[in-house]
């Protein structure tokens, strides 16, 4: 996480309108056109306070007692969250765990598209994976720019992460998912979200005993 | 996320927990007796109120002005999260994504074992990834029993996501990590850890954007 003055809307209120809108979606190939805040947050584990609170961040939709507008839901938190048109990303390090995350079938569905996928093994330089060239890190700075990517995700091993971080910052990233398990110190320019396996699991062992009393 | 009346440590709080046991773990590696918060908390972007309110809610531990003994607050920590003793879990498909979970080094480094993966592809079932053996899902039950398993990587597709999570439940399994990018519908008895790539991805753009401004 990273703070700056100009973020003040928490980060989990801004992971729960992606959820949402996850939800309406689903909501929507349902053909429903009008739905409640219980409709919405049902298997989310989310309080229809919570649920209103979130929204209000961005101004109020929807009327009391008569429910959310799902089109209108679902393009209000696409604007907010920045994904109503194609947002383009790279990924850094195409082993076991990149080469999982180029075949995951849920990026399409939120509008992200991997452009581009690096590595430093020459094996690998020059084949393509589900599609994707795989590119010499040399050349990151030219891609990136060609199709003005602002994102990526970086799954290269730990020992790397932190120079393939600054290389990625250099070439104008803006943000990056980090899966690799370091802490990595970056400039202001850039949020970092780091999704470490092991924090989660830990937190999961931590709750499942909670569970269990 | 799932609530109950028995959680009330928000779950930002035990992430935060896992973030700072792996930050103590690294201080200790350089040799490091006794360290202040903000030795502990570089590099999270966690304010070192934040620390102190995220470690009060198990009684407090170090001493102002002189800082916190390390290996004391990792033995602290570790037991808080139930990660000082080996936790074992299984892996519920074993897929692209599935087969790159099963080669994560960073399980380990937090005393998680996987003992089991299960599929339901003939072709896979018997084979071993990563000294692994899958193992058909109808020997679950089984397995889980053997080991003394109560954790899951849930790494199926999102169709038979809630299916298979209903018969990890079954067989006994009380806390779930959930990579299928779907809402599980199931009972209180289980506590379910979404890891949704799109729905970082879509926190990540939000927050890239406001950096840029």
């Known amino acids: 996480m ?3 003055d100009k ?3 928490p980060q989990e209120t801004i992971r729960r309108l992606a959820l949402y809108l996850r939800s309406l979606r689903k909501l929507s190939q349902q053909n429903l056109t009008i739905v409640s805040s219980s409709q919405i947050t049902n298997h989310l584990n989310v309080t229809s306070d919570q649920f209103r609170k979130d929204l209000s961040y961005f101004g109020s939709l929807g009327k009391p007692g008569v429910g959310y507008r799902v089109d209108e839901l679902i393009e209000h938190l696409e604007k907010i ?5 194609e947002r383009r990303i790279i990924l850094a390090g195409v082993g076991k765990l990149g080469s999982a995350l180029l075949a995951y079938p849920g990026f399409l569905n939120f509008n992200f598209r991997i452009v581009a996928a690096f590595d430093n093994d020459p094996v690998k330089i020059g084949k393509k994976r589900e599609g994707i060239r795989i590119e010499d890190i040399s050349r990151m700075r030219e891609v990136v720019s060609r199709f003005g990517v602002r994102l990526a995700i970086l799954a290269v091993p730990a020992e790397s992460a932190q120079s393939v971080a600054e290389k990625l910052v250099e070439c104008g990233i803006r943000g990056i998912l980090n899966f690799a398990p ?3 110190d970056l400039s202001q320019k850039v949020y970092v979200l780091d999704v470490d396996m092991g924090t989660e699991l830990m937190a999961l062992t931590y709750f499942s005993r ?3 009393l």
């Open 2 to 4: 990273r703070k700056t």
């Open 7 to 9: 973020i003040r809307i």
């Open 81 to 85: 969250l920045g994904v109503d048109s």
């Open 182 to 184: 370091v802490n990595l």
């Open 210 to 212: 909670r569970v269990l």
